[in-house]
T-cell receptor, first 112, second 117 residues
Framework: SAVISQKPSRDICQRGTSLTIQCQVDSQVTMMFWYRQQPGQSLTLIATANQGSEATYESGFVIDKFPISRPNLTFSTLTVSNMSPEDSSIYLC?????????FGPGTRLLVL | GENVEQHPSTLSVQEGDSAVIKCTYSDSASNYFPWYKQELGKGPQLIIDIRSNVGEKKDQRIAVTLNKTAKHFSLHITETQPEDSAVYFCAASIPMYSGGGADGLTFGKGTHLIIQP
């Protein structure tokens, strides 16, 4: 398995501002993923973050809105830029060990 | 891309009874099917998974079955207990074989399982 922590655990932000979410893993992993879970909904993949290369974004998500960093094999950040109330969601990071994915506890974001 | 359908959206069962949640997928290339349990305020927790070379897998009260021909898989929970109450998500993926990594998961919409005492 993997022990994953995220910071912050929750935040309330004003529209137009940006928030950077941190994800830390207890051991080195090749692939990290960022997901969004809108209120009462399922999880949707935002992007895949590999160390040493640019993140790969899914359809409907763009780098300008969700810039991602992956400076090393245990850490990644996701920034939610120029936020609007529609960005209110839970943002989850996950890591893969082979085919198995493990999730962090999530960051609960409310945009006013 | 892959599309995963999950039913039912809500399932209420009496404590001690069995619960079954069903999922279908669209892409025949998918060959990895995990199930996650998400409790309120927490991230999804992997509870069981199955790969396409296996038809059934069991872990104590939890079992998963896979029918590749029909492209559907199911989660079975027997002797349900109050702590089984949560939202359950099925998912599917088409693993990337370069470097042994995995592709992102496509999730179903979730099933809210309620265990009635």
């Amino acid at each position: 398995s993997a022990v994953i922590s995220q910071k912050p655990s929750r935040d309330i932000c004003q529209r137009g501002t940006s928030l950077t979410i941190q994800c830390q893993v207890d051991s080195q992993v090749t692939m990290m993923f960022w997901y969004r879970q809108q209120p009462g909904q399922s999880l949707t993949l935002i992007a895949t973050a590999n160390q040493g290369s640019e993140a790969t974004y899914e359809s409907g998500f763009v780098i300008d809105k969700f810039p991602i960093s992956r400076p090393n094999l245990t850490f990644s950040t996701l920034t939610v830029s120029n936020m609007s109330p529609e960005d209110s969601s839970i943002y989850l990071c996950s890591v893969s060990r082979g085919e198995t994915q493990y999730f962090g506890p999530g960051t609960r974001l409310l945009v006013l | 891309g892959e599309n995963v359908e999950q039913h039912p959206s809500t399932l209420s069962v009496q404590e001690g009874d069995s619960a079954v949640i069903k999922c279908t997928y669209s892409d025949s290339a998918s060959n990895y099917f995990p199930w996650y349990k998400q409790e309120l305020g927490k991230g999804p927790q992997l509870i069981i998974d199955i790969r396409s070379n296996v038809g059934e897998k069991k872990d104590q009260r939890i079992a998963v079955t896979l029918n590749k021909t029909a492209k559907h898989f199911s989660l079975h929970i027997t002797e349900t207990q109050p702590e089984d109450s949560a939202v359950y998500f099925c998912a599917a993926s088409i693993p990337m074989y370069s470097g042994g990594g995995a592709d992102g998961l496509t999730f179903g919409k979730g099933t809210h399982l309620i265990i009635q005492p």
